[in-house]
């Protein structure tokens, strides 16, 4: 495997890509006239490398832990022995560093967010504090880094910060929200080996499926609420791609939960 794949492969970007595609639509439907001029290309591109920066990061603080479970030690090219931590961290940086200079070209405002966004996600896996061994401080932090900023970050790109932001903060945090929650259900076993106590090892047994039952509500009580508030003369156009995104949003959440 070449150099530059093994990179790739310390970012999991096949776990989130799928994911950040829907800032196009997001952008679509808060300010379709910008959707194709180029603050769209660098908003992307913004999120992807600060997300990457996240991901990467965490992989590097947590190779010593990722040992323990077959999957990860393979997966983890620190882990593995594929790549150096330093190499690993000179890597994370520029990730940081290109996400920061795109969004510096932008405005100001929108890299502040930026360093914010990278500021949550260093903190979350960086050993000497550890946001994600802290209960309801892991998920707290996951919804503020991968999930609240990036939507901020592409929302005040296009448009000036007002109340028609609440209905895609009522989609985005509880899909922010049930991917930490699955995370680290699928990481219980190791993390209970590695003494790491989240949200998870503190509340277990919980009924997830009642969470997800009241999660969907919102969910679907944020689409209904900008399916109100397009345009008349573009609410039929719009109507079925919303409603499809959020059929396959309910589902997703549904699906991940009977995998468990």
């Not at 965490?58 to 620190?78: G, L, M, T």
């Not at 560093?97 to 795109?102: E, K, V």
């Not at 209960?135 to 990036?150: A, E, F, M, N, Y």
């Not at 039952?213 to 919102?218: N, R």
């Amino acid at each position: 495997m070449s150099y530059l794949a093994t990179l790739l492969r310390l970012t999991r970007v096949n776990e989130y890509l799928k994911v950040l595609i829907f800032i196009f639509p997001l952008i679509f439907l808060i300010s379709p006239q910008n959707l194709f001029t180029y603050k769209t290309v660098i908003v992307f591109l913004a999120n992807l490398f600060l997300t990457a920066f996240s991901y990467t990061f965490n992989d590097i603080e947590d190779a010593e832990d990722d040992y323990h479970d077959v999957i990860k030690r393979e997966r983890n090219p620190i882990t593995s022995k594929e790549l150096t931590k330093k190499q690993g961290y000179l890597f994370s940086f520029f990730l940081l560093l290109t996400g920061l200079f795109l969004l510096y070209i932008i405005n100001p405002i929108i890299l502040f967010l930026g360093i914010i966004f990278a500021f949550v996600g260093l903190l979350y896996s960086w050993k000497p504090v550890r946001l994600k061994a802290v209960p309801i401080i892991d998920l707290i932090s996951h919804i503020i880094s991968l999930g609240t900023l990036q939507l901020l970050i592409t929302y005040m790109t296009f448009r000036t910060l007002d109340l028609f932001i609440i209905p895609f903060l009522m989609i985005i945090i509880p899909f922010s929200l049930m991917n930490q929650i699955f995370g680290e259900l699928n990481d219980i076993e190791v993390d209970k080996k590695t003494n790491i106590v989240n949200t998870i090892q503190k509340f277990e047994g919980f009924d997830l499926k009642k969470l997800v039952t009241i999660l969907s509500v919102i969910v679907i009580t944020g689409f209904s609420i900008i399916i109100f508030n397009i345009p008349l003369e573009n609410r039929v156009i719009n109507l079925s791609f919303i409603f499809f995104i959020g059929i396959m949003a309910i589902f997703r959440l549904h699906a991940d939960v009977s995998k468990l």
